[in-house]
């Protein structure tokens, strides 16, 4: 027969913690706890198999339940000494929900279940605390009515706000017996008015109501969002908790109360948390009374703390907490009551907490020999470490909240509203803050988004240019505001009733995808002790190297202050988008014959050469991977007659001739057309003028500064099918190499490499390897390609996708290790086979996304390169994905499930 339940209490438990999956969070850390000898009241979990039962038989129970809820009983009432519906020794009794993860939308307590009239006026007797009684029975009616028989809860304490009134007093626990008794027959009429029966007598057919309704809330609306949202499957069912009632209101000496084993937000040492004396259960959250701190130590709200009020119950919570952290090795998030100067262990999980104090507690657990360092490693969900990378909103501040769109960049900035790049620029340069508004952007506004301090759209989504260009640049960003309508022309932006203009000041907060009013104060991170000794472990650990996609000064120094080890791309169009350059570049498209292509690229090779100049002094002689030109010729078209006039001006050319240039270059679809290594081949005078900027850059820093000269320079090809097309443009770089060795005397070590981002490329791997000395997968334009998605057009689908489980993620996020996956595996294997060693990298966005990165380390790759503000993520990552390695799959499955759920 099933066993549907498991009992705890009095020094054993027939559960434990790993049981979670059977008895939920609550229920397994009870037993746990049980099982610690730690003070826990008795009682016993209904399994989260029954409530699998219970809607597999179209919500009815198995037969067999009714005899085991009565053993179950009768285990409570021995542990307990008294008898549930007893007139004389009532044992009132706790029904609570708690699934495997912990779930805001499922039902409430019950607390104090087993109270009808006698058994109340028997709890007055044998208590000889009256007052005690009825404050519990009507305590009892209220959450009963409320959560069982869905009477409204407001509807109960409107009555107990007028019998307060009428009776002159203040606080719930001015009230005396009498008044209670009154209350509660007021109570029972109104169930009466409003469901046609009356409240239920029978204990029998309380704990059977209550148990119903933890079962039908795993269905109900709230829960089956909550767990839509944070991916929690329909099967794991909720199980229920029935445990003896103590009691925090019994007097002076009772209490009630939360505590964290550590603070929380800091991740300090102490214990924290809050209590009431004389209350019970939710009262301490409920706000009904303001709670007093635990510990007296800078909290100072005058009210006496736990410490000095019941100094030895205080002094016995700080034995638990240390015995509940030595065992659980976490920091622990509690609930407690005192009865009568007793103290009871009500629930333990680890405690929600900031990411800075996940780390001061992982390297505080390390130093007291509570972790290992490889444990901690595995503590701290890489992505939280963004958190502390970022200037943070003061979350003290009041928010006005104009739209809301996707936290495509995290972090916070605040500024003047501006409507163009170019007025983004000047403001900026004059020392101003902006912030830069746009329904979308574009290449073209680069330095427009470089000028701003935060950028927001009203289209496109987590990885349009905007969301891609923001985070590399570590911009906070808001993408797809659709609420916002963002006139340029006017000049406006408006939403929810609000207009503003150019100039006015608001808050970006990219984080939560936010658009504030005003300027919010912000507060700067500090890159704490604990930060450095933590990715210190990290680096000790992984053997994935981590680069970073940079190609400013600014985001090369940036990449160097998060630890990156290298550029792993360095996108060279960006340079050309600047303002004076753009012009120049636009002579050298419309320019009719080569010589003049070499007249306006003369103008370009000392621009680009000092860019190269500043990247390699910055990298001081790390290994830098620079991208020749990539993007379609088309996004350097001039467009609109002030543009083509400044063309025509600067070449001499005719405005018409120009327009009729540009006309003959319009391309259908760019991305698939004339760019990345096609430029080089058909213009090759555009690469050879990268190449010697390259050359002579490196020997310029080489002659100033040594150690810069150190590093080969990786040179990389984009967009190549095959071999044919690299070894034009590989012997294209060698010839300008022996160019510059014929004029300079001596040309600097360099390597010739390949992106792989064609399922054709990644086929054909063997051969491209027979040539390339290094392959860089560019997974963004990988995942395009062999998908046949257009990253800037999946927005309006990708939803639908995720929903219908086509993917489980946007794969444009996180690699599709399937399809896109296998690609890479293939190119992996095929090109190590034609030469042994080659190095292997990734410089897409998935680079910095760590279940992407475990993939990577499994396909054998030396190192990825992912956005500057991603760096320490992917570090963390990278150490995480070496250590699940040495587990191996079966040891790091079960480590996982052991891990506390709740
Ligand atoms: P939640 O999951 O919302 O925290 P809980 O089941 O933990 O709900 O209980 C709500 C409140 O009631 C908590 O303060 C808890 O400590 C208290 N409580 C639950 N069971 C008992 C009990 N048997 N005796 C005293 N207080 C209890
Ligand atoms: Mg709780
Ligand atoms: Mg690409």
């Given at each position: ?11 054993t438990a027939e ?6 999956d059977?008895l939920?969070?609550k229920?397994a850390?009870l037993a746990e706890?049980?099982?610690l000898?730690?003070p ?10 029954l409530c699998?039962?219970y809607?597999?038989?179209d919500k009815?129970f198995p ?9 179950g009983m009768?285990h409570i009432?021995?542990?307990?000494g008294?008898?549930?519906g007893?007139a004389?020794n009532?044992?009132?009794v706790?029904v609570r929900?708690?699934?495997r993860a912990?779930?805001?939308g499922?039902?409430?307590t019950v607390?104090n279940?087993?109270?009808?009239d006698e058994?109340a006026?028997g ?7 009256a007052?005690?009684?009825y ?9 009963y009515?409320?959560v069982?028989?869905g009477?409204g809860?407001?509807e109960f304490?409107d009555?107990?706000?007028?019998a307060k009134?009428g009776l ?11 008044d209670?008794?009154d ?7 109104m169930?009466?008015a409003r469901?046609?029966a ?8 309380q ?14 609306r709230?829960?089956?969002?909550y767990r ?6 329909e099967s794991w069912?909720?199980?229920v908790?029935?445990q ?7 007097g ?6 939360v505590?964290?084993t ?6 300090d040492?102490?214990?924290y948390?809050?209590y ?6 939710e009262d301490?959250v409920?706000?009904i009374r303001t709670p ?5 130590i ?6 006496p703390?736990?410490?000095?009020a019941?100094?030895e ?10 015995r509940l952290e030595?065992h659980?090795?976490?920091m622990?998030?509690?609930e407690f009551?005192?009865q ?6 009500l ?11 996940a780390?001061?507690i992982?390297?505080?657990m390390?130093?007291e020999g509570?972790?290992?360092?490889a444990t901690?490693?595995t ?8 958190q502390l990378?970022h200037?943070?909103?003061d ?5 006005n ?6 936290p495509?960049?995290p972090g916070?900035?605040a500024?003047?509203?501006?409507f163009?790049?170019?007025r983004a620029?000047d403001?900026?340069?004059?020392g101003e ?10 290449p073209?506004d680069?330095?427009g988004?470089h000028?701003a ?6 289209r496109g989504g987590m990885?349009?240019h ?15 505001a659709t ?5 340029t022309?006017?000049?406006t932006?408006s939403?929810?009733?609000v207009?503003l ?13 936010e658009l ?7 507060i700067e991170p500090?890159m704490s002790?604990?930060?450095?000794t ?8 992984r ?17 160097r202050k998060?630890g990156a080890e290298?550029?792993?791309l360095?996108r060279t169009?960006h340079m050309?988008f ?12 419309v ?11 003369a ?6 050469r ?13 290994p ?5 030109l990539?993007p379609p010729l088309h996004?350097f ?8 006039r400044e ?12 327009g009729?240039?540009v006309?003959?270059?319009h ?8 760019r990345?290594c ?10 050879e003028m990268?190449v010697r900027a ?6 310029d820093v080489g002659?100033?500064d040594?150690?810069?000269?150190n590093?080969a320079l990786?040179?990389?090809?984009p967009?190549v099918?095959?071999a ?5 443009l590989?012997d294209?770089?060698?010839g300008v190499?022996?160019d ?6 001596a ?6 490499g390949t992106m792989?981002e064609l399922?054709?490329a990644?086929?054909?791997?063997g051969?491209?390897?027979e040539?390339?000395?290094f392959?860089?997968f560019?997974?963004n ?8 998605i257009?990253?800037d057009?999946?927005?309006?689908f990708m939803?639908?996708?995720?929903r219908?489980g ?7 996020a996180?690699?599709?290790r ?5 690609l890479?595996e293939t190119?992996?294997?095929?090109g190590r086979?034609a030469r042994?060693g080659?190095k292997?990298g ?5 680079g910095?996304?760590p ?14 390169s992912?956005s ?11 150490a995480?994905?070496e250590?699940k390695?040495r587990r191996g799959p079966?040891a790091g499955?079960?480590?996982?499930k052991n891990?506390?759920?709740?």
């Amino acid at each position: 027969m099933t066993e549907w339940l498991k009992t705890f209490g009095g020094g054993t438990a027939e559960g434990s913690a790993k049981m979670l999956d059977l008895l939920g969070g609550k229920g397994a850390n009870l037993a746990e706890m049980a099982n610690l000898g730690l003070p826990v009241p008795p009682g016993f979990t209904v399994t989260t198999e029954l409530c699998a039962a219970y809607y597999d038989d179209d919500k009815r129970f198995p037969d067999s339940l009714s005899e085991q809820i009565e053993a179950g009983m009768q285990h409570i009432e021995a542990a307990a000494g008294a008898g549930f519906g007893d007139a004389a020794n009532p044992l009132l009794v706790s029904v609570r929900s708690g699934s495997r993860a912990s779930m805001p939308g499922m039902m409430d307590t019950v607390l104090n279940l087993g109270l009808n009239d006698e058994t109340a006026a028997g709890l007055a007797a044998s208590t000889g605390d009256a007052r005690f009684a009825y404050d519990s029975y009507r305590r009892f009616i209220q959450m009963y009515g409320d959560v069982v028989l869905g009477v409204g809860y407001h509807e109960f304490e409107d009555l107990l706000e007028r019998a307060k009134q009428g009776l002159g007093v203040q606080l719930d626990t001015d009230m005396s017996a009498d008044d209670w008794q009154d209350l509660i027959g007021q109570y029972k009429a109104m169930v009466v008015a409003r469901l046609d029966a009356p409240f239920p007598e029978d204990v029998g057919e309380q704990l059977w109501g209550a148990m119903r309704a933890v079962f039908d809330s795993w269905m109900n609306r709230r829960a089956v969002t909550y767990r839509r949202l944070y991916d929690i499957p329909e099967s794991w069912g909720t199980a229920v908790n029935i445990q003896a009632m103590v009691f925090g209101n019994m007097g002076e000496d009772c209490a009630t109360g939360v505590a964290f084993t550590r603070n929380p937000a800091s991740g300090d040492k102490c214990i924290y948390g809050e209590y009431l004396i004389n209350a019970q259960g939710e009262d301490v959250v409920a706000g009904i009374r303001t709670p007093q701190p635990l510990s007296a130590i800078g909290e100072g709200t005058g009210a006496p703390a736990l410490e000095q009020a019941m100094p030895e119950i205080y002094a016995e919570l700080g034995r638990v907490s240390s015995r509940l952290e030595s065992h659980y090795r976490d920091m622990q998030d509690i609930e407690f009551t005192v009865q009568k100067g007793k103290l009871w262990m009500l629930q333990t999980r680890a405690g929600k907490r900031t990411a800075a104090a996940a780390l001061k507690i992982a390297v505080d657990m390390v130093a007291e020999g509570v972790l290992d360092e490889a444990t901690a490693i595995t503590r701290i969900e890489p992505e939280t470490l963004e958190q502390l990378l970022h200037p943070r909103l003061d979350p003290e501040a009041p928010r006005n909240v104009i739209a809301r769109g996707l936290p495509a960049s995290p972090g916070a900035a605040a500024g003047q509203l501006v409507f163009s790049s170019e007025r983004a620029a000047d403001l900026a340069a004059r020392g101003e803050a902006v912030i830069l508004a746009r329904p979308e952007t574009s290449p073209e506004d680069i330095h427009g988004m470089h000028a701003a301090r935060a950028v927001v759209t009203s289209r496109g989504g987590m990885t349009s240019h905007a969301a891609v260009v923001a985070r590399g640049m570590g911009r906070p960003c808001i993408t797809g505001a659709t609420e916002l309508r963002i006139d340029t022309d006017g000049g406006t932006i408006s939403a929810a009733g609000v207009t503003l203009g150019e100039g006015e000041l608001v808050t970006v907060d990219g984080t939560r995808g936010e658009l504030l009013a005003g300027e919010i104060p912000t507060i700067e991170p500090v890159m704490s002790g604990a930060f450095a000794t933590f990715m210190g472990w990290a680096d000790g650990i992984r053997g994935l190297a981590v680069r970073a996609n940079a190609e400013t000064p600014a985001d090369a120094a940036t990449a160097r202050k998060f630890g990156a080890e290298g550029i792993g791309l360095c996108r060279t169009e960006h340079m050309f988008f600047d303002s004076t350059r753009i012009v120049t570049m636009r002579e050298m498209i419309v320019a009719k014959d080569s010589d003049g292509q070499r007249a306006a690229l003369a103008k370009l090779l000392p621009m680009q050469r000092q860019d190269f100049v500043e990247l390699f002094r910055i990298m001081a002689g790390l290994p830098v991977t620079i991208r020749l030109l990539d993007p379609p010729l088309h996004e350097f078209l001039p467009h609109g007659e002030a543009e083509m006039r400044e063309v025509a001006e600067a070449t001499g050319l005719p405005v018409e001739e120009v327009g009729a240039r540009v006309a003959q270059l319009h391309e259908n679809n760019p991305m698939l057309g004339h760019r990345g290594c096609r430029l080089g081949i058909s213009y090759p005078e555009i690469y050879e003028m990268q190449v010697r900027a390259i050359f002579e850059a490196a020997i310029d820093v080489g002659e100033s500064d040594g150690s810069a000269a150190n590093a080969a320079l990786e040179i990389m090809i984009p967009l190549v099918m095959g071999a044919p097309e690299l070894r034009i443009l590989k012997d294209l770089v060698d010839g300008v190499a022996a160019d510059i060795n014929k004029a300079r005397g001596a040309v600097p070590a360099y390597i010739v490499g390949t992106m792989i981002e064609l399922p054709c490329a990644a086929l054909r791997a063997g051969d491209i390897a027979e040539l390339a000395g290094f392959f860089s997968f560019g997974t963004n334009d990988l995942t395009q390609t062999a998908l046949g998605i257009s990253r800037d057009d999946s927005a309006s689908f990708m939803d639908s996708y995720v929903r219908h489980g086509i993917f489980a993620e946007d794969p444009f996020a996180s690699l599709d290790r399937e399809g896109v996956g296998e690609l890479i595996e293939t190119a992996c294997q095929r090109g190590r086979a034609a030469r042994p060693g080659l190095k292997l990298g990734v410089c897409g966005e998935h680079g910095g996304d760590p279940a992407s990165i475990h993939f990577f380390q499994n396909c054998g790759l030396d190192y990825v390169s992912c956005s500057p503000y991603r760096v320490p993520i992917a570090r963390l990552a990278a150490a995480q994905a070496e250590l699940k390695r040495r587990r191996g799959p079966i040891a790091g499955a079960a480590a996982e499930k052991n891990r506390q759920g709740v």
